[in-house]
């Protein structure tokens, strides 16, 4: 079985930009969450989702957005990107809110 | 509100010897604990999880640890460190609301293993 996909692994971008970033669950599994995990501030929830519907969400402001589509994928976008923005995206998924979660590899955000 | 606190930043050990990687917690009720392992540039790999059914929880790579209510604490343990265990471990609690669910991380513990 395989197990969370994140697109892509590595991104470079620029001051004011946006970006969106991809997980795939794995299969079967219909709960979504991310994190952002910086040095300084650790790992950060940031929202979680299921079957399309935002159920969580993170201290973050509201320039970090998500979204989840039928087949469970989840897409997160950050707009207006600023350098502290740089960091290590880690999405997690599991089968219903109780289980656990296992995470894919991460996207590393730099922001230049 | 729920929360976990790793007790050490740096935890350095010899090859063959035992580790110990301190967790306490606070919560309001039966959590949902958790150890995660993260190797440099990797993510997070799930190594054992407590969800009430028993005390001493077994996972992989050797690792077990022990939910102690009276202590409030869940801390990390191996017999014999192995080089390969050189890597961050978080401990990580689950907190159910919204009708989901969203986990909160300790600050890590950074395990190094030396010849």
């Known amino acids: 079985k395989a197990g969370v996909t994140q697109t892509p692994r590595y991104l470079i971008k620029t001051r004011g930009q946006q970006v969106t970033l991809s997980c795939s669950p794995i299969s079967g599994h219909r709960s979504v969450s991310w994190y952002q995990q910086t040095p300084g501030q650790g790992l950060q929830f940031l929202f979680e989702y299921f079957s399309e519907t935002q159920r969580n969400k993170g201290n973050f402001p509201g320039r970090f957005s998500g979204r989840q589509f039928s087949n469970s994928r989840s897409e997160m976008n950050v707009s207006t990107l600023e350098l502290g923005d740089s960091a290590l995206y880690l999405c997690?998924?599991?089968?219903?809110?109780?289980?656990?979660?296992?995470f894919g590899q991460g996207t590393r955000l730099t922001v230049v | 509100a729920q929360s976990v606190t790793q007790l050490d930043s740096h935890v350095s050990v010899s090859e063959g010897t035992p580790v110990l990687l301190r967790c306490n917690y606070s919560s309001s009720y039966s959590p949902s604990l958790f150890w995660y392992v993260q190797h440099p540039n990797k993510g997070l790999q799930l190594l054992l999880k407590y969800t009430s059914a028993a005390t001493l929880v077994k996972g992989i790579n050797g690792f077990e640890a022990e939910f102690k209510k009276s202590e409030t604490s869940f801390h990390l343990t191996k017999p014999s460190a192995h080089m390969s265990d050189a890597a961050e471990y978080f401990c990580?609690?689950?907190?159910?609301?919204?009708?989901?669910?969203?986990?909160?991380f300790g600050t890590g513990t950074q395990l190094k293993v030396e010849l």
């Open positions: 990580v609690v689950k907190i159910l609301t919204g009708g989901g669910n969203k986990l909160t």
């Open positions: 997690a998924s599991s089968l219903v809110a109780e289980t656990e979660a296992f």
